[in-house]
Structures are given as C-alpha cells and as structure tokens.
C-alpha cells in the first residue's frame, strides 16, 4: 500500500521540483526597478512598492534595486529601455498615467506605446491640489476667484513642462471655471518632490501632484485642497474633499503600473507577470497600497494593452481640446 501511494507521489513531486526549478531559472539575479524621475514623488514610490512586496512576499531571492533615471518625465527611461536596453530580463521600468499624456502628445520621440511590453498596473492614484498650511487659500473656489481675478496672481508648480499632467491638472481646473489655460503661470519641474520643495520655499503657491504623494510631504505642513476622484479616498485622505463636491466636475486618475523592454524573452516576461499576480493576490499587499492611498488596480496581458490604449485615445482627445496636438 505505501508502495503504491508512494509511486502516484513520485511524478507529482518530481513535477512540483521541475516547476520550482523552472520559476527560480527564470528569476532574474539583478533585478531593477528604474523610476524614470530624481528620488521622492509618484514613479519612485511605485518602484518601491514593487522593491518591498516583492521581498516581503518572497518572491525575489535578490534584493531589486531602485535606480533613477530622470529627464522629460519618463522620456529619456522609455527611450533608454526601447533603443539600447532591449532584452533586460531583471529590468522594471515604472509608468504611470503621466508617461501615457506624453506619449499621447508625441514627447517621447519616434518611439510609440508599441514599443515596449506593458507588464501589469499595480494601482490607481488621483490628482491633487496643495498649499502650504499658511495660505490664505481654503477651498477649491479660492483658486478660482483668484485665477477669474488675474491667472497670473497664482503661481503653480508641477511635474512636467506645459501639456503634462501637472499643468493639466490645474488647466482643467482653469478651463470650468471659464478661464483661458493659456494664461496660467505653470513653473514646470522634472518631477520626484521638486514641485513641493518649490511650495515650502514660497516660490510657487499652489501645486499640482497625487493623492498619493500628500502622505510622503505631511511633515512639510502641506494641505490638500482637493482630490480629483470620484468619491472621497479611504483613510486619512477622507477629510479632502472631490473636485464635485466643490463644483467642479473634475477627475484625474492615474494609474500606475510597470512595462518592459520589447526583447525580453516570453518566459521572463511571464515569470515576473506571474509574481506580480501572486503578490496582488495578497491581502496583505492589498492593504499595504492602500495604507499609502493607492488604490489597488491589477491589469495585465491583452487587458493592459487594450487600457493603454484606451488612456492615449483619451489623452489625444484632451491634447486637441487645448490645443496641444493636430487634428
């Protein structure tokens, strides 16, 4: 009898050993996350995110290191990862909604969404206005009258250049409010937390920026005048209320995901798409995102393709709006 029961265990075991063996060949020995921006801000904490539930899942057998690769936003990463980094198996590359508004509006050069592996999304953050704790701004409306009176009597500091998310941001805002977008006073920074040193130094007054980014500056006293989503956020975002609440129907989303080279072998592609699924799966990961206000959002294969393309759809349509690309 033990026999018998120990023959049937025998080609299970020997599969469940080839298949361990199979996923740890696959792993890669360095792996990378490249956040495509300087240290702090939205593209660094998504590496983080996948650099600590990949470790504390375990997952990786070796450390990911975060690597940061700034310039035009995601522009110079992307370029990078399509021209000369083609095949890194071990190499993230963190992208988020910002990176999908310029390559809908042409700034990342020849190179188009079909020129990398879109991996999976791992969430959903949203826009944010702040000020200092000091200003003598307290609602959205504030900005509004003042930007009515002279748009050029606020300053506004955001990642990106003109046409980027963070101006987009307070575009919109202009834009319902009946004001030409054209006039704003937009002091563009490449990103990471350059935009709030920016507000706690008194050179800009008001900032444009992710729900997720209000957490990381708390110490700086900042506070969010509004959240551009469709309800209020969870937890201690909860006090900050919607641009709707306010007046303004006005929602930013930013998913924030990771893509990969357009080499990268198949198997390698799938190994990391199947840990991701297995971290996702986590409760623990779950409540882990949303303890920094992301809120979960896993897409990936044909699905993820078919989301990209979707946002640039929308982001064209939103660059024609205000002028930024042709017909």
Not at 2 to 8: E, N, P, Q, R
Not at 38 to 59: I, R, S, V
Request: net charge neutral; with cysteine.
């Amino acid at each position: 009898m033990k026999t018998a029961t120990l023959s049937k265990l025998l080609p299970l075991a020997c599969a469940v050993l080839l298949s361990s063996f199979q996923a740890q060949a696959n792993e890669p020995s360095r792996p990378e996350c490249i956040a495509p921006s300087k240290p702090g801000g939205g593209f660094d904490m998504t590496c983080k995110l996948a650099q600590a539930g990949l470790k504390d899942h375990g997952l990786l057998e070796s450390p990911m290191r975060v690597t940061y690769m700034p310039g035009g936003i995601g522009a110079v990463a992307y370029n990078s990862i399509a021209a000369n980094r083609r095949d890194e198996s071990g190499t993230l590359i963190a992208f988020s909604g910002a990176s999908l508004l310029n390559l809908a509006l042409g700034k990342y050069g020849r190179y188009d969404e079909n020129a990398v592996q879109w991996l999976t999304t791992i969430g959903t953050d949203y826009g944010t206005l702040a000020v200092r704790e000091d200003s003598p701004f307290k609602t959205l409306d504030d900005v509004v009258q003042a930007l009515k009176k002279d748009p050029k009597s606020v300053t506004v500091g955001g990642g990106g250049s003109i046409g980027g998310q963070g101006w987009a941001k307070i575009a919109l805002l202009a834009k319902a409010a009946g004001v030409d977008p054209r006039e704003l006073r937009y002091a563009a920074f490449e990103g990471g937390a350059e935009h709030y040193m920016a507000l706690m130094g008194k050179h800009v007054d008001l900032v444009t920026g992710s729900a997720s980014e209000i957490r990381a500056q708390k110490a700086n006293k900042i506070r969010a005048l509004v959240v551009y989503s469709e309800e209020r956020l969870p937890g201690e975002l909860s006090a900050i209320p919607t641009a709707k609440e306010q007046g303004y129907d006005i929602q930013w989303p930013l998913i924030r995901g990771y893509y990969m080279g357009p080499d990268v072998k198949q198997e390698d592609f799938d190994w990391w798409k199947a840990a991701f699924a297995k971290l996702q799966e986590s409760p623990e990961f779950q409540q882990y995102l949303q303890d920094r206000d992301v809120i979960p959002l896993a897409v990936s294969g044909p699905a993820l393709n078919e989301l990209v393309k979707v946002q640039l759809d929308n982001y064209r349509k939103l660059g024609q709006e205000f002028g930024l690309v042709g017909e």
